[in-house]
């Protein structure tokens, strides 16, 4: 079955500091993978995507996001973080019909 | 350009009471979509609409029902509310529905029901 799991469902980071946000996706073919970002009250907003070549991908706010396909993995960085980061982040695959979203991680930015 | 906007913002229901939830984009995309958000569970999809005048289930349509009124509008309605149906909406739309394109979502409705 298609699926995307987000294993961390809280994150808490210094501003500054480093960040990587997993996300692990089980899909048969070569998967359509986002990064999507939600701000307190607000809608989502792609951040950035992959569907083939370039294994590392950039995205707006300064994000980038490396598919390893022997890992089904997905996974969001970022340097270094602003306090405006913090937010909800969702990763997503393009199903068959569908997109299919993780549960989400929210996270959190110490000053 | 406004993009993907929702009407209402907030919304408290009795249970049993109706309600359509409205969606409009203005960026002349053919798909459009409504999706539940809970807590721990993510974005779920409730109904979809490929293009004009179709429309189809998604993930979870039981108790929905949804009218694409034209290219812009795509509206949810509830019939008859129970309280699992408290949750955030949001609609999104794409351009051609294809699945590697770009999803632009509203603001959200947020939705009580009592």
């Known amino acids: 079955a298609q699926s995307v799991t987000q294993p961390d469902i809280h994150i808490t980071v210094s501003e500054g500091a480093s960040l990587e946000l997993r996300c692990n996706y089980s899909?048969?073919?070569?998967?359509?993978l986002f990064w999507y970002v939600q701000s307190p009250g607000q809608g989502l907003q792609l951040l950035l995507k992959?569907?083939?070549?370039?294994?590392l991908v950039q995205g707006i706010k300064g994000f980038e996001a490396e598919f390893k396909r022997s890992q089904s993995s997905f996974n969001l960085r970022k340097p270094s973080v602003h306090w405006s980061d913090a937010a909800e982040y969702f990763c997503?695959?393009?199903?068959?019909?569908?997109?299919?979203f993780g549960t989400g991680t929210r996270l959190k930015v110490l000053a | 350009n406004a993009g993907v906007t929702q009407t209402p913002k907030f919304q408290v229901l009795k249970t049993g009471q109706s309600m359509t939830l409205q969606c409009a984009q203005d960026?002349?995309?053919?798909?459009m979509y409504w999706y539940r958000q809970d807590p721990g569970m993510g974005l779920r999809l409730i109904y979809y609409?490929?293009?004009?005048?179709?429309?189809d289930k998604g993930e979870v349509p039981n108790g929905y029902n949804v009218s694409r009124l034209n290219k812009r509008e795509f509206s949810l309605r509830l019939e008859s509310a129970a309280p699992s149906q408290t949750s955030v909406y949001f609609c999104?739309?794409?351009?051609?529905?294809?699945?590697?394109?770009?999803?632009?979502f509203g603001p959200g409705t947020r939705l009580l029901v009592l």
């Open positions: 992959y569907f083939s070549g370039d294994t």
């Open positions: 609409s490929a293009s004009e005048g179709t429309t």
């Open positions: 899909y048969g073919a070569t998967p359509y």
């Open positions: 999104a739309s794409s351009a051609t529905g294809a699945l590697r394109e770009t999803q632009y």
């Open positions: 960026m002349n995309h053919n798909s």
């Open positions: 997503a695959v393009a199903g068959t019909y569908k997109y299919i």
